[in-house]
């Protein structure tokens, strides 16, 4: 169950499609579903009992390398849309995820994507990542 | 040449990154490169003649259905970058897109990214391409 | 109490900041405060059974003409933060909120603001509000 | 005249309204006229040979502390706007600005506004404003 606390691999969350965040057609802007995904790991981080604020307190920072995504259905303003987030891979300084974004009121598949990200200190050289984060790996 | 007038497969514009366009760690948030590559699409259109604009205004929309991007060095606050917006495929109801972003100063390769668009009308129905669109194909 | 459901002159949301809110200097974007109280006022509508949607649905829209806001302490990235909305002025065709902002965990508040809407048509003519909505004005 | 590169207390900007920047109801968000006066107030220093990256660098932030604006007619997708941002008064520690954003081909009066920035330190502490930028005065 992506709702299941114990499991760290997957999380669930619930968004509302902010007002400035629609465009002139009415639907969520493409560049948008990024900053929910971004939020969609920022939760899931949570459930491990670490926030992404405490890495970069740490001096470590989790950078895109890279990105795709398949937009299939339109969100439109007001919706409550739940994301799925999972963490598919985890490398010793690496991790991707895959995410499905769906409508709340009927469960239309929206998007779906994956990302990389690369463990980086403020220099920008690629890190070993904490174990905080990498106990993803065990759950 | 990418600047070539003449050429409406190609088209480079200049971008500086805004103050908000960059997080906390100082760099470029990474789904801010998507509001910028869609500039890119909406100069190079302009060089034919048409604007986005006009397409909308004649009940048809180009929307996202598929993109990726590397991301392979940041771009800083107040930096002057340039976009290389490329058509690499035309297809009856979609275009397909490449990207180049560079920093100005020194000409290093920041992102490469591909997108594909999809015709539809208001309704969200896959429509042809209009022909001052697809006139890209000839240039 | 501004979470009185019954109490349709007065709101409250909770926010958390989100990652591309903040900027480099590590807090949440001027600008972004803008966003946060649309999303009071859209919360405090739904309040009556309507929705802004719904508002737009009818043909009608609630334009800002005015605002104003001090910003008196800053928010950060991930803090958790309570939004107060509260209408203070309800005419034939306009509304006027204010908003006090605070950070959650300690109740400090970051900012106060007050706007003006105005209530036109698709053509940006002024109109009569709704009764949906001038029922603010009766709770 | 805005655009004479010896008054450094005026300036004028042209920026032309990008997609995602314009609502479903097809207008420049409210929300988005604060980063175009912040690119007009970072253009304007320009003029006086600093950058405002220049002025982070060297330890000192220019906060925002209180803000006002009036929206008198909206701005489109795709249009050019004429930004005029004018320093009103200089204080030891505090810069006010007005704005006067007009569309470029009418000159139509869209927005006008005033903002008032202080000069902290990273730890928010109020500074005496660096003379680099203070010239502005003896302009």
């Given at each position: 169950m992506a709702d299941d606390p114990n499991n760290m691999k997957v999380g669930e969350i619930a968004i509302r499609v902010r007002y400035p965040e629609a465009d002139q057609m009415g639907v969520l802007h493409h560049s948008k579903y990024w900053v929910y995904f971004e939020m969609g790991r920022t939760e899931l981080l949570r459930?491990?009992?670490?926030t992404y604020r405490d890495v970069e307190a740490s001096g470590l920072y989790l950078v895109l390398s890279k990105c795709a995504c398949r937009y299939i259905a339109p969100a439109y303003y007001d919706e409550e849309l739940i994301l799925i987030t999972t963490v598919t891979r985890m490398g010793a300084a690496r991790i991707d995820h895959a995410y499905e974004l769906r409508r709340k009121s009927d469960g239309t598949l929206l998007t779906t994507a994956e990302t990389t990200l690369a463990c980086v200190d403020r220099a920008g050289t690629v890190q070993v990542m904490p174990d905080s984060i990498r106990k993803f790996n065990d759950a």
């Open positions: 459930k491990t009992g670490w």
